[in-house]
């Protein structure tokens, strides 16, 4: 039987991860994307940072800088990373710089990354969440993710180089739990 794979770069796969998952544990579609958005160019920009792409954030004595934000910030866990996110009249949204992340540009980019895939991969990463309590769920996904992500070679060969999402490994994980 031939595997079903999708070939694709980590950081819309970590977008789409996150979502579900912040699904999951009981945010709302929009607020999800927002928020896996999120995780993701975090963790990019982390990565960036580890191999010379982007400068270090400035400090002031030691701590990052505030910004100031338009309503009551307040941090989100997903994946075991912190993500700052406002409510506003839409619910609650992560923010970049002082913007809520809108859902609808995060649907755009998972669209233009993973084109007719991306049902068929949103279906098996969602089996793989409900395999999971969400307290389960919360304590395990990035462990999970890091088990069906992409390959992709190490250091600056690897940045956003796409590799095998194998879809099949994501079943087994849920059919596994």
């Given at each position: ?14 977008t ?5 998952v ?129 390959s ?20 087994d ?5």
């Open positions: 039987m031939a595997r079903h794979v999708v070939q694709v770069n980590r950081a819309p796969v970590l789409l991860w996150a979502s579900v912040a699904e999951r544990l009981g945010y709302d579609r929009e607020a999800a994307l927002s928020l896996g958005k999120t995780l993701a160019c975090l963790n990019a920009q982390s990565k960036g940072r580890r191999l010379g792409i982007y400068k270090p954030a400035e400090t002031v004595e030691g701590r990052p800088p505030q910004k100031a934000r338009r309503g009551e910030q307040f941090w989100v866990e997903l994946l075991g990373r912190p993500i700052p996110a406002i409510k506003t009249g839409r619910g609650v949204r992560a923010v970049d710089g002082d913007r809520p992340v809108e859902a609808a540009g995060v649907e755009r980019y998972l669209d233009g990354k993973f084109g007719e895939a991306l049902e068929t991969v949103r279906q098996a990463m969602e089996e793989l969440a409900r395999a999971f309590s969400p307290q389960e769920l919360a304590v395990r996904a990035f462990s999970l993710y890091e088990h069906f992500r992409p992709i070679p190490e250091g600056m060969r690897g940045w956003g180089a796409k590799g095998e999402l194998d879809l099949d490994k994501i079943r994980l849920a059919g596994n739990a």
